[in-house]
Structures are given as structure tokens and as C-alpha cells.
């Protein structure tokens, strides 16, 4: 079982250029996220997904787009990228609703660590 | 809305001292809580959590927590601390009932020293 998996693990861009982070998980989880951190300031969500077509935006999502056309993907979309979107991104999954009193937990992906100059 | 405040981003402990990393939280419905740690170039990986029933949850890696209710608290601890222990850790919380949306804290770095 691979779990959630993103590439790439690193990427340096340049001011307005554009790249699409990517995420999938093989785990049929209906919720899929989104999050950046930046040191000392946690995770923030930038969007997430509750199931296929269906996406919403989180606390941090200007300069960000995605699309969620299959259960299993989840990609990211930077269009025009500006220094302050050098962060490390997490993709993360999960079933989303906590059901009978089980909690199923979020899977994490290891990171995509990005730099934009 | 929810939200979590973890107070200091470092914390130093030596090997086999007692560790406290403090965890406090804003929420307007009974929330579920969680820890997460981050080792180092990796993912978040959860730790232990609290959904209903017994307010002390054990954890992997001998970690536990404690929901205190009256004090808005979820302090997770850990008797004896390990080289291994050295990582981020982050609270997190969700309301209960509603959708898994976690909302984390800034994290607390744990050094451990021999």
C-alpha cells in the first residue's frame, strides 16, 4: 500500500512561471487536502476535497488552483509563482467523517519542498 | 470556529527526562483532538488522539495526553524522553460531528540532549 504519494519532493521555480504539484492516494479516501508550513506557523489548509468534482477553498487559497476528477488525484496548480509561495506542501487524505466513534485519521504525504526565485 | 495554541516553538529536554508539550484549544462544539509528529524531511504521522470516552489517551512510542475539558487543555506527555523523541509536534482539532477538517497549531520542536 503506498498511501498518499506527491512529486516531486523538490522543485525550484522562477518568478511567474507556473508547475502543478501532484498528489494521489490508493486508499478510496473520499477527503483529500492541501496544506503549506512555513516555519513556526504550522499547517495552513490551502483547499481540500470531499469527493470527485467537489473542491473548496481553505484559509490560504490565492495564488492556488486544483481539480479533483478522480477519487485517487489531487493536484495542485500555481500559476503565476511568487516568492511567498516558497513553503513545504503536504498532500494529505482521509475518509473525512468520524464514524461510529472510530477515527480513521488523516495519511499524510512526505512533502513537496518548494523554492521560488 | 476552532482553533489551537501551542505556546513557545522549542522545547530541550535531556535523555530520560520528563516530557510536557502544551496544547490548548478554542472550540464552540465538543471538539475532537489529536497529536501529530513531524520527524525530520518527513510527513506528519499521527500520534494519539481523542475522539469520546476516556479523557487519557495513550499514543504510540509511550506517549499519552490528557483531555481536561475545564481547562481547554490536551498536554501530551511522555515519563522518559528518547534520542528518538527529537521531532515537531503538533496539536490539532476538529468539532465533533462535523466533517474531519483539522485545524493545527503552529508545532513545537522537541530537542533531546544525552
Known amino acids: 500500500n503506498a498511501g498518499v504519494t506527491q512529486t516531486p519532493k523538490f522543485r525550484i521555480l522562477k518568478i511567474g512561471q507556473s508547475m502543478t504539484l501532484q498528489c494521489t492516494q490508493d486508499m478510496n479516501h473520499n477527503y483529500m487536502y492541501w496544506y503549506r508550513q512555513d516555519p513556526g506557523m504550522g499547517l495552513k489548509l490551502i483547499y481540500y476535497s470531499v469527493g470527485a468534482g467537489i473542491t473548496d477553498k481553505g484559509e490560504v487559497p490565492n495564488g492556488y488552483n486544483v481539480s479533483r476528477s478522480t477519487t485517487e488525484d489531487f493536484p495542485l496548480r500555481l500559476e503565476l509563482a511568487a516568492p511567498s509561495q516558497t513553503s513545504v506542501y503536504f498532500c494529505?487524505?482521509?475518509?473525512?467523517?468520524?464514524?461510529?466513534?472510530?477515527?480513521?485519521?488523516?495519511?499524510f504525504g512526505s512533502g513537496t519542498r518548494l523554492t521560488v526565485v | 470556529a476552532q482553533s489551537v495554541t501551542q505556546l513557545g516553538s522549542h522545547v530541550s529536554v535531556s535523555e530520560g527526562a520528563l516530557v510536557l508539550l502544551r496544547c490548548n484549544y478554542s472550540?464552540?462544539?465538543?471538539?475532537?483532538l489529536f497529536w501529530y509528529v513531524q520527524y525530520p524531511n518527513q510527513g506528519l504521522q499521527l500520534l494519539l488522539k481523542?475522539?469520546?470516552?476516556?479523557?487519557l489517551v495513550k499514543g504510540i512510542n509511550g506517549f499519552e495526553a490528557e483531555f481536561k475539558k475545564s481547562e481547554t487543555s490536551f498536554h501530551l506527555t511522555k515519563p522518559s524522553a528518547h534520542m528518538s523523541d527529537a521531532a515537531e509536534y503538533f496539536c490539532a482539532v476538529s468539532p465533533q460531528g462535523g466533517s474531519e477538517k483539522l485545524v493545527f497549531g503552529k508545532g513545537m520542536k522537541l530537542t533531546v540532549n544525552p
Open positions: 494529505a487524505s482521509s475518509y473525512g467523517i468520524i464514524t461510529g466513534g472510530k477515527y480513521h485519521g488523516y495519511t
Open positions: 481523542y475522539t469520546t470516552g476516556a479523557t
Open positions: 472550540s464552540s462544539v465538543p471538539p475532537y
